[in-house]
């Protein structure tokens, strides 16, 4: 492993964490800043809500000024993000550093993928990409079981200065490792702005028909990991702090495998579509399995949130395949707008699904029927996008 792939790794490891940690401390956020389901969901979501929005900045900032300084500036926000976050008193300053975080962890994995589509050969991008989801979604795993350890010894609010800390010293070391590619010679007609960028990145039809897949494939995912699967185990099945972390840790592992799985099959079958489609295909019967006959057994719904995680996570892959449309002057605006609509997606789906959680709960309807709902929902959600993604082309025409 690389020098240089080793410190993107590691600030990856930590936007994961980020966009992760709060499914394990929902109780204690909720007890010691009064939030409920709805609050949580909105502070969850006010995350990638800002991490989305930054993408177009990101964007233009990769194509001229390179990933070393705006991914070690901008996680330097993340580091303030977190030491507001560990002092926070209510939704307010909990809202306005997660929004600092969203912010600063913004430039991470797209950086990578611009530094990997710049320095790496082309067959080798989807690979990489995996690699670093992959083994990066293993700070999926710092925001489970190590952090409920930690916040039962040590407190949440001192956890989340340790990860302060570790967030300074990765960006120092992005900062000192990291070295730009060259910058792209561009013809007067190439160069402009972040609105000229993607109106051109949206003139292509293959990317108009990838992009509600890019909204909600990740968006499922993530929505459940960050932040119902600890909810869900601890009110339809009874689960404790410590068996939640362990439901939450299982299928963050279950995620960083299906990662890496994806690169290699990528590879095998000469191309993302057919992989990406196999494996949307398992997702959604996956999804709707557990919608109807989740509730009735603690240990199934274990093997299907893990399923689930396994299969969902095609992103690096979804990323390379929208890739091979993007001209190589708009490689960075092009990356960072779709992970704007994954990571909007995400944020977008946490607002719905929180508001729809709580509205329900305080109905007066059971824990076990409200979850199947969500479950049902974002099965049908993905059901719609994976019939627009199946008329994509697996390459552009020559």
């Excluded at 992959?134 to 916040?151: I, K, M, R, T, W």
């Excluded at 963050?252 to 196999?278: D, H």
């Excluded at 719904?301 to 001209?327: D, K, Q």
């Excluded at 329900?360 to 627009?388: C, K, M, N």
Aim: glycine share 12%.
């Amino acid at each position: 492993m690389s020098m240089p792939f080793a410190v993107l790794l590691l600030g990856y490891v930590l936007s994961q964490f980020y966009r992760a940690f709060l499914a394990v401390i929902a109780h204690d956020l909720s007890s010691e800043l009064g939030l409920g389901p709805g609050g949580l969901g909105n502070i969850s979501a006010i995350w990638f809500t800002a991490f989305a929005v930054a993408q177009f900045p990101v964007g233009v900032a990769l194509d001229r000024l390179g990933p070393r300084r705006t991914m070690a500036g901008l996680f330097l926000v993340a580091v303030a993000g977190a030491l507001l976050f560990a002092r926070a008193t209510g939704f307010a300053e909990a809202a306005i550093a997660m929004a600092l975080i969203g912010i600063g962890c913004s430039p991470i994995l797209m950086g990578a993928m611009y530094y990997f589509g710049r320095t790496a050969p082309a067959h080798k991008f989807a690979l990489l990409g995996s690699m670093i989801v992959g083994f990066g979604s293993f700070g999926n795993l710092l925001g489970a079981a190590p952090l409920a350890y930690a916040a039962s010894e040590i407190g949440w609010r001192a956890s989340m200065v340790v990860i302060a800390a570790l967030t300074a010293l990765s960006a120092i070391a992005i900062y000192w490792v990291i070295e730009d590619p060259p910058q792209l010679k561009q013809a007067e007609g190439q160069r402009g702005g972040f609105v000229s960028g993607l109106i051109a990145i949206f003139r292509t039809r293959a990317i108009l028909l990838m992009a509600p897949f890019a909204l909600i494939s990740y968006a499922a995912v993530a929505s459940l990991r960050s932040l119902w699967v600890a909810s869900y185990f601890g009110s339809v099945h009874g689960f404790d702090a410590t068996a939640r972390g362990h439901a939450a840790l299982l299928m963050a592992a279950a995620m960083s495998l299906g990662a890496l799985a994806y690169g290699p099959l990528e590879q095998r079958f000469g191309g993302a579509k057919r992989v990406i489609l196999g494996g949307c295909s398992l997702t959604l019967l996956v999804l709707f399995t557990l919608s109807m006959f989740g509730a009735a057994s603690a240990s199934l719904s274990l093997m299907l949130y893990a399923l689930f995680g396994f299969f969902g996570m095609s992103y690096a892959i979804l990323l390379a395949h929208a890739r091979l449309f993007f001209p190589a002057h708009l490689l960075g605006r092009g990356v960072t707008t779709m992970n704007f609509l994954s990571i909007g997606g995400a944020g977008l789906l946490q607002f719905v699904s929180g508001a729809i959680v709580e509205h329900r709960l305080s109905a007066g309807l059971p824990p076990s029927e409200v979850y199947s709902a969500l479950h049902g929902l974002v099965g049908v959600l993905l059901l719609g996008a994976f019939l627009l993604y199946w008329r994509v082309p697996a390459r552009p025409a020559k």
